[in-house]
């Protein structure tokens, strides 16, 4: 497992540990490391797909963002926020995990990984005769086991607001008719357009 340097992975951190030692007691800890952290500039793969991120769309989602503040209309305190963009960047993240799932991988004869069929299909379909099983089966019932040991839920770590805040939130944007979020570039507009429907002691 590959991290950033932060603190909050030491369940992964023992999860992961205890899985490898039950399930792969024969791979050399010496050889292939349980977790690695590392900077985030230095996880290169990840890193090096914003630069396809911004070349298939077209779009630079920081400058989107940083708009927002020169403009004035963004204040770093008000929920809205965490609320709609959280959203916004979700679509545009899923857009292009499709598009890249399904991408033609350019064929290298001498290229020891895939190469030639698309991302989703070597996953989905792997030839046997070019491509080694890695994967290690886990009990689903481990799993199970090892989730209920973290405390927080998944549905409170993946929450950016409060439920109340929520209601009010979906209540503007409803009330702004619900517009569509997916061109990122409007998102401001949109924000800025619920701010009215929000209580000001809110925001």
Not at 91 to 106: P, T
Not at 108 to 128: C, E, I, L, V
Request: proline residues 7%; aromatic residues 10%.
């Amino acid at each position: 497992m590959v991290t950033d340097k932060v603190s909050e992975i030491p369940f992964l951190f023992a999860h992961q540990t205890g899985l490898r030692e039950v399930y792969t007691p024969e791979l050399d800890f010496t050889q292939r490391q349980t977790v690695i952290q590392l900077k985030g500039v230095h996880k290169t793969p990840i890193e090096g797909l914003w630069h396809w991120f911004t070349n298939t769309s077209g779009l630079n989602i920081k400058e989107v963002i940083i708009s927002g503040y020169e403009t004035g209309l963004s204040s770093p305190n008000n929920p809205i926020h965490p609320w709609i963009w959280p959203k916004a960047l979700q679509i545009q993240l899923d857009k292009f995990a499709s598009y890249w799932n399904n991408h033609k991988i350019q064929t290298q004869r001498d290229k020891p990984n895939m190469s030639g069929p698309t991302p989703r299909h070597a996953f989905t379909a792997p030839d046997p005769a070019h491509y080694e099983k890695c994967y290690v089966e886990i009990d689903e019932m481990v799993i199970d086991v090892l989730r209920q040991q973290i405390p927080t839920s998944r549905e409170d770590s993946m929450r950016f607001v409060d439920d109340m805040f929520s209601e009010f939130a979906e209540d503007a944007y409803e009330a702004v008719g619900r517009p569509d979020i997916s061109d990122i570039c409007r998102v401001w507009d949109i924000f800025g357009a619920m701010l009215v429907h929000i209580p000001a002691k809110l925001t």
